[in-house]
């Protein structure tokens, strides 16, 4: 068997809808876990919107109109970086810490050399560890998503200790409304982080500065 084409895939989603093009919340489905934010009763999805022609563009998909296309262009909230990789504090945050990894050269995932997606594996893994060695934080999350921009962003998010509710992806959800984490405590979470990876990892730290 082929794999399932996209307008196959549609066409079966589209068939579950109702006649206002709706589908329906499964009873049983993580709608319904305790993680999951919103009450379930009065709950509905959107209609479901027609197929797209294309994939939307995305940011810097031509590398000449991307943010790497500037050299020596400081990335925003950088706290750590070597020649290949730099780690950026986003702020505001209401997570303990929410960090973005990128590479310093134009790539998406899949189109990382092989040197550079063994070294993906290793930073992850340290900023992984860092940020659950923060006593705010419960778990390290990892995320790519890739919809918006070009240029390869993992997220990794410290998901708050010792709130149950805050666990899995509806963290995400969550984080939409739980208050915004004082900068200073912040950037005080961030430099312990980029701490840790520079003596996992090597490249230097940089102080996290208001407004980053
Ligand atoms: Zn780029």
């Known amino acids: 068997m082929k794999p399932e084409s996209a307008e196959s895939y549609y066409a079966r ?4 809808t109702d006649d206002d093009g709706r589908l329906p919340v499964v009873d049983g489905s993580a709608m319904t876990w305790d993680i999951f934010p919103f009450e379930a009763a009065g709950l509905r999805l959107k209609p479901l919107q027609p197929m797209a022609d294309t994939e939307p563009p995305r940011r810097g998909e031509d590398p000449a109109t991307c943010w ?3 050299p020596g262009a400081e990335r925003p909230g950088t706290i750590w970086r070597n020649d290949r990789w730099v780690l950026r ?7 303990p810490l929410t960090l973005f990894l990128e590479p310093v050269a134009h790539h998406d995932l899949t189109g990382l050399t092989s040197e550079l997606a063994a070294e993906l594996g290793q930073l992850v893994v340290s900023v992984s560890g860092a ?5 705010s934080v419960g778990r390290a999350h990892v995320a790519k998503y890739g919809d918006g921009a070009a240029h390869l962003h993992m997220f990794l998010f410290g998901r708050p200790a010792r709130v149950p509710q ?3 992806s509806p963290l995400q959800d969550w984080s939409e409304c739980l208050p915004p984490v004082p900068a200073d405590v912040l950037h005080a979470n961030a430099a312990y982080v980029a701490g840790r ?4 990892m090597g490249g230097e730290t940089v102080a996290p500065t208001a407004g980053s």
């Open 13 to 16: 989603v589209a068939a579950a």
């Open 166 to 168: 805050l666990r899995g």
């Open 131 to 135: 940020l659950e060695a923060l006593p």
């Open 89 to 95: 504090l986003v702020e505001p945050s209401s997570l």
């Open 68 to 70: 790497c296309a500037t």
């Open 197 to 200: 990876v520079a003596v996992d």
